[in-house]
């Protein structure tokens, strides 16, 4: 039951694993709503200028209209945290729903509630967040309209009103429990999909596709430098020969191993069949040789069973490509050293 109440039945590791997407789909839902809501109260506050039908509400629509462009810039242009983009999304439903108890109070007392109950079912509709917290503003709301009515409404129609939002606030937090629910799984899928196509299968690290689609984000976030690390393995073939498949792949995924535990998995790629590259911003220069020198020392001690190179570029003259192709270019000198240790020489293709 508490799994369900706080992460709609999926469990607390996938959730947290799918925050971000929570995130960026509620930021863009709020820019949306707040958007076209800003264009329907200037309608409303128009209108109440020129229709007597619309002029009893003149002031509310005025009001919203002017909160509802300060939550379209803050979430347009705010930089927002994910606390305060709930606390937002809570606010900017909470005017709604207060909006709706005005109209069925103050402006139209002896009608039924209408606007009150379609707003207090579309929220779940419109952003997600733990159905225990959702459930309970659903309530809350509910409760508060019920005890208001019995003081603010007209008695005709308050026993009716009062069942409405009674009985469509469960059928809220029921709908709310499952389109949360529906909502997660999608973004899980998309999240194992995505994960997929960016992985390396073999050893867990990414790969040349998300470099790919990584590299030019290290020039946005760089401020100082960028390091390239590459790395080939030595002797993948002839091992695939005389010892089989098994034992290159266990080579693959103790290099990949290596690699991630001095540079972190977030920044290591597996470029080909026995190609790795380190990606590393604004890391000091001593502390990435240190990396680099504890890495050649790994492959000394296991019968030189990789070459590497490195290429450092600062912040005003980084090209991407040009410093994967330095890196590079030092990876194959490493390797040539290596194969002439050996008596053989370095075909490359």
């Given at each position: 039951m508490k799994?369900?109440?706080?992460?709609?039945?999926?469990?607390?590791?996938?959730?947290?694993?799918?925050?971000?997407?929570?995130?960026?789909?509620n930021l863009r839902e709020l820019r949306l709503c707040s958007f076209v809501s800003t264009i329907f109260m200037t309608a409303l506050f128009v209108l109440s200028l020129f229709t007597e039908v619309f002029r009893v509400g003149k002031w509310l629509y005025l009001s919203v209209l002017v909160v509802d462009i300060a939550v379209f810039l803050?979430?347009?242009?705010?930089?927002?945290?994910?606390?305060?983009?709930?606390?937002?999304?809570?606010?900017?439903?909470?005017?709604?729903l207060v909006m709706g108890m005005i109209l069925s109070f103050v402006v139209a007392p002896d009608k039924n509630a209408v606007t009150f109950i379609v707003f207090l079912q579309i929220g779940p509709l419109l952003f997600t967040d733990r159905p225990i917290k959702i459930g309970a503003f659903i309530e809350f709301f509910a409760f508060v309209y019920v005890i208001a009515a019995f003081f603010l409404k007209d008695p005709s129609v308050?026993?009716?009103?009062?069942?409405?939002?009674?009985?469509?606030?469960?059928?809220?937090?029921?709908?709310?429990?499952?389109?949360?629910?529906?909502?997660?799984?999608?973004?899980?899928?998309?999240n194992e999909a995505k994960r997929l196509i960016n992985t390396d299968l073999l050893t867990g690290v990414q790969n040349r596709n998300s470099f790919e689609i990584n590299k030019n984000g290290y020039l946005e976030k760089s401020k100082e430098n960028i390091c390239c690390?590459?790395?080939?393995?030595?002797?993948?073939?002839?091992?695939?020969?005389?010892?089989?498949?098994?034992?290159?792949?266990?080579?693959?995924?103790q290099i990949a191993s290596e690699l991630k535990n001095r540079f972190g998995e977030k920044d290591v790629y597996r470029m080909g069949g026995d190609e790795f590259?380190?990606?590393?911003?604004?890391?000091?220069?001593?502390?990435?040789?240190?990396?680099?020198?504890?890495?050649?020392?790994?492959?000394?001690?296991?019968?030189?069973?990789?070459?590497?190179?490195?290429?450092?570029?600062s912040r005003d003259e980084i090209n991407p490509d040009k410093l994967l192709?330095?890196?590079e270019g030092e990876m194959y000198r490493a390797k040539d050293d290596y194969y002439k240790q050996r008596g053989k020489g370095l075909k490359r293709v």
């Amino acid at each position: 039951m508490k799994n369900k109440l706080l992460y709609a039945g999926i469990g607390k590791e996938e959730y947290n694993r799918i925050k971000n997407e929570i995130f960026e789909d509620n930021l863009r839902e709020l820019r949306l709503c707040s958007f076209v809501s800003t264009i329907f109260m200037t309608a409303l506050f128009v209108l109440s200028l020129f229709t007597e039908v619309f002029r009893v509400g003149k002031w509310l629509y005025l009001s919203v209209l002017v909160v509802d462009i300060a939550v379209f810039l803050i979430a347009r242009y705010g930089k927002l945290s994910d606390a305060a983009l709930k606390v937002f999304i809570y606010l900017f439903w909470s005017l709604f729903l207060v909006m709706g108890m005005i109209l069925s109070f103050v402006v139209a007392p002896d009608k039924n509630a209408v606007t009150f109950i379609v707003f207090l079912q579309i929220g779940p509709l419109l952003f997600t967040d733990r159905p225990i917290k959702i459930g309970a503003f659903i309530e809350f709301f509910a409760f508060v309209y019920v005890i208001a009515a019995f003081f603010l409404k007209d008695p005709s129609v308050m026993i009716v009103d009062v069942l409405h939002v009674a009985f469509f606030s469960v059928i809220g937090v029921l709908m709310c429990y499952y389109t949360i629910r529906l909502r997660l799984q999608k973004y899980l899928f998309a999240n194992e999909a995505k994960r997929l196509i960016n992985t390396d299968l073999l050893t867990g690290v990414q790969n040349r596709n998300s470099f790919e689609i990584n590299k030019n984000g290290y020039l946005e976030k760089s401020k100082e430098n960028i390091c390239c690390v590459y790395l080939d393995a030595n002797g993948l073939h002839e091992l695939n020969n005389s010892r089989g498949h098994k034992a290159g792949d266990e080579m693959l995924k103790q290099i990949a191993s290596e690699l991630k535990n001095r540079f972190g998995e977030k920044d290591v790629y597996r470029m080909g069949g026995d190609e790795f590259v380190a990606l590393v911003a604004d890391q000091d220069p001593t502390e990435t040789e240190k990396k680099v020198e504890s890495l050649k020392r790994f492959s000394e001690d296991n019968d030189g069973v990789f070459s590497i190179g490195c290429a450092v570029q600062s912040r005003d003259e980084i090209n991407p490509d040009k410093l994967l192709e330095e890196a590079e270019g030092e990876m194959y000198r490493a390797k040539d050293d290596y194969y002439k240790q050996r008596g053989k020489g370095l075909k490359r293709v």
